[in-house]
């Protein structure tokens, strides 16, 4: 996605935020943008009594370096409103996320939030998820063998993520990534359920029914498609 692109979508969420809010901070590149903009709100009073919980130690980094305050789900257990980017999105509003490795804190944040607004251009959008992204898969490194069977029992061609290095990548909760290449997933709920019944898989990238709206953006502008029009 051209930064530009990144820029639009990711300054139309923020024009979502308002005075007061609890907001959840995604990470990847599309919602370093966000950060700015809101840092640049901030900064110039148009937003203020803002706090945000970072789904990242590279998002918290972000946000303290730019002076947007932080906080945590023990102070502030919900969320008014989650910005965030995505792999993959279909037409459903289901997502593919955890290219950066942060699916988990993205997912817990997702989960109590009341908006969570997802940021992407054109390219990220599929009919079906998987034709375009393998699913990521955040894996206990005691269960990282047996959990590279299941997922290859499950129908998946499975790569461990590495750093350029030849390194594991390791998440920021000191676990492992498989990322699991389904092809097209026609059931994702079943797929989803049937890696939720496993202990060594810590959680999974199918961010199924979280998003309440995404802003898509492209060479012809930015359009938004919410949850109610898709029920
Ligand atoms: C982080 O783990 C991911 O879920 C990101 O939100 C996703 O990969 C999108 O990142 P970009 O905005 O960098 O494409």
Redesign the pocket.
């Known amino acids: 996605?051209s930064e530009e692109l990144?820029k639009a979508a990711a300054f139309r969420a923020v024009a979502m935020v308002a005075t007061g809010m609890v907001l959840g901070l995604?990470?990847?590149?599309?919602?370093?943008f966000a950060l700015l903009e809101l840092a640049r709100r901030l900064k110039s009073g148009e937003l203020k009594d803002i706090v945000g919980i970072p789904?990242?130690l590279q998002t918290e980094q972000i946000a303290l370096s730019e002076g947007i305050p932080l906080t945590d789900l023990e102070n502030h257990p919900r969320i008014d409103l989650t910005i965030?980017?995505?792999?993959e999105v279909d037409d459903e509003l289901n997502l593919i996320?955890?290219?950066?490795?942060?699916?988990l804190r993205?997912k817990v944040l997702a989960q109590n939030s009341s908006q969570n607004v997802i940021?992407?251009d054109q390219s990220?959008i599929s009919h079906q998820l998987g034709k375009k992204w393998a699913v990521?898969v955040e894996v206990l490194p005691f269960a990282l063998g047996s959990e590279k069977q299941f997922l290859t029992d499950l129908g998946a061609e499975v790569s461990l993520r590495t750093l350029p290095d030849g390194q594991p990548f390791r998440t920021d909760q000191d676990n492992l990534i498989l990322d699991a290449a389904f092809g097209t997933i026609r059931e994702p709920e079943k797929i989803a359920r049937a890696m939720e019944q496993r202990a060594g898989i810590i959680e999974h990238?199918l961010f199924l029914g979280l998003a309440t709206r995404v802003i898509i953006a492209s060479e012809e502008g930015i359009s938004i498609r919410s949850r109610e029009d898709v029920k």
């Open positions: 996605m990144k995604g990470t990847g590149t599309t919602t370093r789904s990242s965030d980017g995505a792999d996320k955890g290219g950066g490795g942060a699916l993205e940021i992407v990220k990521p990238g």
